[in-house]
Nanobody, 122 residues
């Protein structure tokens, strides 16, 4: 499985961005997809996870109500809609995938995208 994250950029506080993560492979719908981020000088942290059938979605408290994850299994893409962005959302955002349950733990994920930079300016 190869993952390609895109959609990052520079946005003002309060603005919106939509990130995409395109996957290769024929069994995308079997994979749990997660988004993580790493801010400058900080460890990578969990943001949100979605199960293969979209039945299970879990958000980190820091983004709940502002970010929305969705996926299109036919197109093999997972999206992260980010609204009401704050300066503290500035980070490199990574998508990751795994087989199994919807996990918040990054060491559970086998496949990772290369990351896309989101910069929120005040």
């Amino acid at each position: 499985v190869q993952l390609q994250a895109s959609g990052g950029g520079l946005v003002q506080t309060g603005g919106s961005l939509r990130l995409s993560c395109a996957a290769s492979g024929r069994t995308f719908g079997l994979y749990v997809m997660g988004w993580f981020r790493q801010a400058p000088g900080k460890e990578r942290e969990f943001i949100v996870v979605i199960s293969g059938d979209s039945a299970v979605i879990n958000y980190a408290d820091s983004v709940k109500g502002r970010f929305t994850i969705s996926r299109d299994n036919a197109q093999k893409v997972v999206y992260l809609q980010m609204n009401s962005l704050k300066a503290e959302d500035t980070a490199v955002y990574y998508c990751a995938s795994r087989l199994g349950s919807a996990s918040r733990y990054q060491n559970h994920y086998r496949y990772w995208g290369q990351g896309t930079l989101v910069t929120v300016s005040s």
